[in-house]
């Protein structure tokens, strides 16, 4: 992919361009697809929110808000990794309503639900509750925004070390080092 065409698609989008913006759907939604997919973890494919309805929701997010703009393609990954947890994490709250609810079609739990706190390369996998891990990413927002974004970019938006160091102006070392203390952080927290 043409970080220069994707950037120049980014901004057309952005700017309300339908051309664009499906030049852009046709650039990245293997690899937002391949993202929603790793976040199931190759669970079973009975979960009411699959990969393709989280792509599509995600992207019409992504390019129908107002504030839309662009500046390259790590930073729509960012921005695509921000959304994807959110819409995650608000369809979990949302059948967690519903159960409490007693709406009995909402009863089998998924495995959207559930989320394993790795890096995309799935070292040292810990499956986690999403709601749980939302919450816990909210107040590491307040604690360390760094170790936040850097939690979000790695395994929300599966970007390699590199691209995170760039996108954070930072050194590949401090990326690292932010992604094994904020797992640790989290882990400790989800433990407690």
């Given at each position: 992919?043409?970080?220069h065409?994707?950037?120049?698609?980014?901004h057309?989008?952005?700017?309300g361009?339908?051309?664009?913006?499906?030049?852009?759907v046709?650039l990245?939604?293997?690899?937002?697809?391949?993202?929603?997919?790793s976040?199931?973890?190759?669970?079973?494919a009975?979960h009411?929110l699959?990969?393709?309805?989280?792509?599509?929701?995600a992207f019409?997010?992504?390019?129908?808000?107002?504030s839309?703009?662009?500046?390259d393609?790590?930073?729509?990954?960012?921005?695509?990794?921000?959304?994807?947890?959110?819409?995650l994490?608000?369809?979990?709250r949302?059948k967690r309503?519903?159960?409490r609810g007693?709406?009995?079609?909402?009863?089998?739990?998924?495995?959207?639900d559930?989320a394993?706190?790795?890096?995309p390369?799935r070292?040292?996998?810990?499956?986690?509750?999403?709601?749980a891990?939302?919450?816990?990413?909210?107040e590491?927002?307040?604690v360390?925004?760094?170790?936040y974004?850097?939690?979000?970019l790695?395994?929300?938006?599966g970007l390699?070390?590199?691209?995170v160091?760039?996108?954070?102006?930072?050194?590949k070392?401090?990326?690292?080092?932010?992604?094994?203390?904020?797992?640790?952080?989290?882990a400790?927290?989800?433990?407690?």
């Amino acid at each position: 992919m043409d970080p220069h065409e994707m950037t120049l698609l980014l901004h057309g989008a952005s700017n309300g361009d339908r051309e664009a913006a499906n030049r852009l759907v046709q650039l990245v939604y293997d690899q937002l697809r391949a993202l929603a997919g790793s976040f199931a973890g190759g669970h079973s494919a009975n979960h009411t929110l699959q990969p393709t309805a989280l792509v599509h929701e995600a992207f019409v997010k992504l390019v129908q808000s107002p504030s839309a703009n662009y500046n390259d393609r790590g930073h729509f990954f960012a921005v695509a990794a921000t959304a994807m947890r959110q819409i995650l994490a608000d369809h979990a709250r949302r059948k967690r309503t519903a159960k409490r609810g007693g709406d009995a079609t909402l009863q089998q739990p998924t495995n959207w639900d559930r989320a394993d706190l790795a890096s995309p390369a799935r070292e040292e996998p810990r499956e986690v509750d999403v709601v749980a891990l939302d919450d816990l990413l909210a107040e590491l927002a307040r604690v360390d925004e760094r170790r936040y974004r850097v939690v979000e970019l790695r395994y929300f938006g599966g970007l390699e070390v590199e691209q995170v160091a760039r996108l954070l102006d930072v050194s590949k070392s401090t990326v690292e080092a932010d992604w094994r203390a904020a797992r640790a952080w989290l882990a400790m927290r989800l433990s407690q």
